[in-house]
């Protein structure tokens, strides 16, 4: 209720990471308290420091209600929108009590809270052919095509391009050159779209870059960033399995089969097998396989590491010649994962637009996935057809 | 010095569909905004965009409401043209990628919306103005090398010749604080409203008004500037916007004794009677002592009416916003409420075809005034007018262009007067206000005095008050004296911009001595057509003071004014 919000306001204290590119100095810590209702954003914090103490605090920013996407910044350490983050929660997340306000990472800062976005996060963006290369004909009037299928992709077009996701990817961070979370999101907007025509095309380009799809790490730093509830990873997730398991796509990054190899592993074994993952991931699921030339190309080159894993007792030879096991009932229960998924007539694919039952559960309002099935939605529920 | 046929100022959906527009003509176009053209603030449009493509549906029927809901101030030759024009304008976006909600038999489906006769706005979800802003700027990255764009260039000034045409800008690169004179035969205005010289407002910190002051300066006439649109649902504390799709789905608006209160002036349409009438019935319930909340001052908005799973699909942003902005669950309990500034149905003077009076000046979008609004706008109509309006001055202007050679002025005088200016802001000694301080005096004495209802008093002050902040401005004090994204001194030159539009709003205000639309006089409580069905016209002053008043008619074609009732 709106009387939750009737709280006097507070001392906050913020330190921000200034910089500034003219003065030749290297970047430095500033603090500033502000006086603010406890549920009012870090964002109008900053602004009121801006205001009343130093006006040249630079930050990106507009909306003020987490559409425009201007204002991505880390508090406390994590990437966030500053007008979607409540000073409470900031306050409570500090080390010291302290919020702590710094720019993104992964990309390159020009001032204070500024951070040059083209060089990475727009140049990426235009790496995937952002636009619908449509059907044709060109209908006269409307493309018809299903419900589901466009409230499907607006969970990526709700993206607001904030660089949130691109701040903390690890795997970006490691290799600057990965396509990234954003840009592989916008990717699926197209992919997913019905009116586009060349969606193999996109899948087998983004399959076949070394920096494209196969290149997440699947850490879920970019779902926890994102302030809209894209999921980029889980975009990304999705078109990898459109282009392996609809499109047949075989990379020539070894993505798919290294994944296959992850998949029938812990089928077999209900936990990865490490020794087993180089020759499955080349030589695929057989006794055969081991012996590709691309698995023992590879093998040979993992030689160093192995030692390493072997001097440091972190690997030992009955483990690289024997699976790992775990408890027979366990096993049972991960492959009956596998049954009920595989027993699908269809992939459930994740979309927080696609709300299920009148009376679920307040997922979405706790800001949490529901797995709710676009193709089974009851069309007794919906809103009015014109 | 760049040159080009036609340059864009603003680089939200009116400057992007310019920008396309005159492309496809062939003209070499470049598009210029003081902010990453995704920020611009259509992105914050919600709702969706009206127009007459259901097979039942007809395009007079839509002219008819936007004219009804202009209270019969709009011009309906140029609603005419949005309004027929417009379902060719959504089937191409659509064509373009945008992916509006459809119905079971997957065409485009239609929601309802204030002051429309029947269900014409097409959505998506409620983000459908990011969704057409960022489909338009897809296509700005297919077109790259067809369309050059000046991301983050502060526009200071607009550039004339020694015939007084339009042939340019100053600019300063926000990144670097390189200011540079572009060259174009033809200059598109779209950069926005004026809503920041308002406190609170729905609109962004970068809506200040830039266009139509400069405009202004430049000598082109401002007109419908007393029309300024108060939304009726926005959240009490922070002005942010809940949008009219919530009404459109159904939700009901409660006072204090848990009454639908909208009965009483809109026995038909209720919640979704034209914006100006829900936002005084309910102004007229918080101040005779039937609002909700600590001191009274809201209304409960109750979408819990509306079916859950439906809020959750297509309403999804309204549920974040109450959650994070609000601590509501919007579809269990109600939320609070009230009216806020949102728009400003005037602006910069033009035609059909998005002409100023100033030769190859142009202008589309809320920072124009064709008058496709009158004295309201309807709700999912400005989208539309940004769009329609933006298109053809696109293909006017690239036109327009195909006719002449690119002008040569004098551009290095107007260049070092806009750097001097700066200079002599950033060497202003630390006396007197803040530039912040201002700025919010500006926006609260425009929120007291040219709000819902105003009066002959009120607005007198408020113009004696706007004096006084025009004189403290010309020394407020900035503490950045870089050139890397100061911020500060941009937000010096914007308070001026600011000022000018308070200035010819309260002008107008006061001008205008009945009640029609968004101005409702207190002390003049009739809609008079003898003396007032007419545009008021201003006019920057020769020697640059006070603003001058003249008049223009309205154009009728189909509909005769009548009473207005929802």
Known sequence: ?386 | MPEHDVLIIGAGLAGQRAALAAAQQGASVAIMSKVHPVRSHSVAAAGGINAAISVDDDWRSHAYDTVKGSDFLGDQDAIEIMCSEAPQEVMHLEHMGVTFHRNEKGEMDLRAFGGASMKRTAYVADITGQALLHVLYEQLMKHHETVARYEEWFTTSLLLDEQGHCCGAIAREVRSGRMEAFIAKNVILACGGAGQAYKPTTNGLIVTGDGIAMAYRAGAPLMDMEMVQYHPTCLVETGILITEGARGEGAHLLNANGERFMEKSAPNKMELASRDVVSRAEQIEINEGRGVGPNGSGIFLDVTVVPRRRTLEALREIVNLGRDFAGVDITREPIMIRPGQHYIMGGVKTDVDGRTPIDGLYAAGEVACVSVHGGNRLGANSLLDTLIFGRRAGEHAAARAATMGMPAPDANAKLREDSAAIEAILARPREGRRVSEIKNELGETMNKHAAVFRDEQGLQSALETIGRLREESDSAWVDDRGTVFNQDVLGAIELGFMIDCAHTTVVAALERKESRGAQYRTDYPERKDDEWLKHIDISRGEDGAEPQVSYSPVTITQWQPEERKY
Not at chain 1, 8 to 27: H, Q
Not at chain 1, 117 to 130: F, S
Not at chain 1, 241 to 269: C, M, P, W, Y
Request: aromatic letters at 6%; hydrophobic letters at 40%; charged letters at 25%.
């Open chain 1, 1 to 386: 209720m709106a009387e939750a919000h009737d709280r006097p306001p507070e001392k906050f204290t913020l330190r921000m990471r200034r910089y500034d590119p003219e003065s030749g100095n290297a970047p430095y810590w500033d603090e500033h308290t502000v006086e603010l209702e406890p549920h009012r954003s870090v964002l109008e914090a900053v602004l009121q420091a801006k205001d009343r103490f130093d006006g040249s605090i630079g930050i990106r920013c507009s909306c003020r209600q987490a559409i425009c996407g201007s204002c991505g910044i880390r508090v406390n350490g994590e990437p966030a929108l500053a007008c979607h983050t409540h000073l409470d929660a900031a306050k409570a997340g500090a080390r010291d009590g302290v919020i702590e306000i710094e720019p993104m990472g992964n990309m390159p800062v020009l001032k204070d809270l500024i951070v040059d976005m083209d060089a990475v996060h727009w140049k990426k963006i235009q790496r995937v052919t952002p636009w619908l290369l449509a059907k044709q004909p060109v209908p006269e009037r409307e493309y018809i095509v299903s419900k589901d299928s466009m409230v499907d992709v607006t969970q990526t077009m709700a993206c607001i391009q904030c660089g949130a996701c691109v701040s903390d990817c690890l795997a970006m961070e490691v290799d600057p050159g990965f396509i990234g979370p954003a840009a592989l999101a916008k990717a699926y907007r197209f992919v997913g779209d019905p009116r586009d025509d060349e969606p193999f095309e996109r899948l087998n380009d983004l399959a076949q870059d070394p920096q494209g799809l196969f290149d997440c790490t699947h850490c879920f730093k970019c779902v926890q960033a994102c302030p809209k509830d894209v999921n980029p990873m889980g975009q990304i997730m999705r078109l990898r399995r459109i282009a392996t398991a609809d499109h047949k796509i075989v990379d020539q990054n070894n993505g798919a089969r290294h994944e296959a190899a992850f998949a029938s592993l812990i089928e077999n074994n209900g936990i990865l097998w490490e020794a087993e993952l180089i020759p499955r991931s080349y030589g695929g699921n057989s006794w055969f396989g081991k012996f590709a030339p691309a698995a023992g190309k590879e093998l040979v080159a993992s030689i160093p590491t192995a030692i390493r894993g072997l001097l440091r007792g972190k690997m030992t030879i009955p483990k690289i010649l024997k699976p790992h096991k775990i408890p027979s009932q366990d096993l049972k229960a991960v492959r009956s994962i596998y049954e009920r998924i595989e027993s699908r007539p269809e992939r459930y694919e994740l979309n927080l637009y696609i709300a299920g039952e009148d009376e679920a559960p307040a997922a979405v309002a706790a800001g949490v996935a529901s797995e709710a099935a676009g193709n089974q939605a009851d069309p007794a529920t919906e809103g009015s057809a014109q």
